[in-house]
T-cell receptor, first 115, second 111 residues
Framework: DTGVSQDPRHKITKRGQNVTFRCDPISEHNRLYWYRQTLGQGPEFLTYFQNEAQLEKSRLLSDRFSAERPKGSFSTLEIQRTEQGDSAMYLCASSRGNIGTDEQYFGPGTRLTVT | RKEVEQDPGPFNVPEGATVAFNCTYS??????FFWYRQDCRKEPKLLMSVYSSGNEDGRFTAQLNRASQYISLLIRDSKLSDSATYLCVVYTSGGSYIPTFGRGTSLIVHP
């Protein structure tokens, strides 16, 4: 399978714990996006990388959230001191081509439940 | 006003019907537009890009109206398999292009 993969697919954690998610993009894609999606809403942009550089970060993203893409390949999203409001589906997408005209390919997502 | 707005529906139509959805955007600096399809509990998948001149792909037609700041998606001859949520995404330039998704419009096609 050469699509975008995410790990884990499901995560249940207690409030206050830290969690880390991984995304492996399509190999030739230089851009990688993270989104959060809750029921009945569209994906909400969190951040994106072009190669290893984090170029944009949503102002909605609190300082408890951090993302890395150390070698321009896979990426990790860490949430520290999780809160119940963090419960959501976390989606990763990758793309190539010119920014703003790129077609994003999404992974299956990581569903986070904070109890 | 939200940056990107969609009627959540659901739009409930019989097989064979023609149905159209709109997606309005508030920022006139928006540059690029796409429609994605999302099945229940699945990830979004690209349906089609929206070009200034409009574009058609089989039963699907997408159009852009810059003057009124909306994009549209028309589905002809609806199939049961078209049942899904249709998300629009708008890229707006503010240094970098930020993608903003609408909340999606739910379509249910019944026999």
């Amino acid at each position: 399978d050469t699509g975008v993969s995410q790990d884990p697919r499901h995560k249940i954690t207690k409030r206050g714990q830290n969690v880390t998610f991984r995304c492996d993009p399509i190999s030739e894609h230089n851009r990688l996006y993270w989104y959060r999606q809750t029921l009945g809403q569209g994906p909400e942009f969190l951040t994106y990388f072009q190669n290893e550089a984090q170029l944009e970060k949503s102002r909605l993203l609190s300082d408890r959230f951090s993302a890395e893409r150390p070698k321009g390949s896979f990426s990790t999203l860490e949430i520290q001191r999780t809160e119940q409001g963090d419960s959501a589906m976390y989606l990763c997408a990758s793309s190539r081509g010119n920014i703003g005209t790129d077609e994003q390919y999404f992974g299956p997502g990581t569903r986070l439940t904070v109890t | 006003r939200k940056e990107v707005e969609q009627d959540p529906g659901p739009f409930n139509v019989p097989e064979g019907a023609t149905v159209a959805f709109n997606c309005t955007y508030s920022n006139s600096a928006s540059q690029s537009f796409f429609w994605y399809r999302q099945d229940c509990r699945k990830e979004p998948k690209l349906l089609m890009s929206v070009y200034s001149s409009g574009n058609e792909d089989g039963r699907f037609t997408a159009q852009l109206n810059r003057a009124s700041q909306y994009i549209s998606l028309l589905i002809r001859d609806s199939k049961l398999s078209d049942s899904a949520t249709y998300l629009c995404v708008v890229y707006t330039s503010g240094g970098s292009y930020i993608p903003t998704f609408g909340r999606g419009t739910s379509l249910i096609v019944h026999p």
